[in-house]
């Protein structure tokens, strides 16, 4: 069964936004905008930009930390980082990494911040809360995007220059080894439980299935025109990737790599997220300056349903997100209320 989809909002946030993160307590999203040197704040209930920060030039990426309530910003043509923080949005420091830093993850439970680096070669690994530099890692020309996998302590570093991934062991910031992929690698995403990356090669146009435990390329996978950014989905089912040549996102399932469906948004798409709080694909349009919001009516082929295996390896996890009205007075109620305490859940059968 195909998708369906409904659009809706399209916010104007700045120039050339990219990179994307989500404030689910605040219910916002924060927009890199590379070309306005800004930090777009939308509130996602409004869908209304209710803030810009001027950060370093060229804000290429954007992660939010929530035990600091502080959000970083790569800035590409600063070779630093902009650390804002999240209440009061005042710009707290810029921090030195590598030459033209372009990608950004978290590592919440190790709180680390990982950066890559794309002129320098180089993937900057620093203290989430002091905001020491932990390590400087070689990588390769064009470095930039940065996924982890906790499982096999590895972090995967994206050369778009190189066209290859390069391995580091995230306990001793040191390489183990590497893979050539297609040209014009840019964006990566992990499944850790199925033990598989997935990769963009953007001037190549496909997206590559790698097996992390024999570190091969196992499938190369179709979607679009220039794809440039990808998501994984919070079921894990799900790669999303954006288009940039034709203004679409391509959904593909992990299970089988088919794509069973593809969205119509903005000119340009780059950065793309999905909101854990409500499911909603929240897709940064380079071309038409905007913040795009998309929700799925309904849909997916049965090929994207999670397996049992999939769906075991989410006991101990961290609890999603989740919303319900409340018995009383209908209100809808999140889960993000009662963080970091403890509290039961009662599911009642009414028969």
Known sequence: MP?????????SVGLDPEGTAVDIRRGRAYVACSRSDTLAVVDLETAAVVAHVAVGAEPIDVVFDERTDRIFTADAHADALSVVDA??????AHVPVGAYPSGLTLDTDERRLYCGNSMGSTMSVLDLDTLETLAV?????????VALDATRRLALCVNFIAASVTFVDIDTFEQTGRIEVG???CAVGVVPERGEAFVV??????????DLDSRTVVEELTAGSAP?????????DRVYVTNRGDGTVSVLSVVDGTECGRITVGEGPGGVVVNPDDGRLLVANAGSGTLEIVEEVQGGSTADAPTEDLLAELVGRRL???SLPDHRTGEQRRSLEWAERRYILNFFASW
């Not at 209440?87 to 707290?92: G, I, K, P």
């Not at 440039?228 to 894990?236: A, S």
């Open 3 to 11: 998708i369906t989809t409904r659009k809706v909002a399209a916010v």
């Open 87 to 92: 209440e009061t949005l005042a710009v707290e």
């Open 137 to 145: 890692v070689d990588a390769e020309p064009g470095a930039g995007a």
């Open 183 to 185: 040209r014009g690698a």
């Open 201 to 210: 090669n953007s001037l190549a146009g496909t997206v590559a299935r790698i």
């Open 228 to 236: 440039v950014g990808l998501t994984i989905g919070p079921r894990h």
């Open 320 to 322: 999603p997100a989740f």
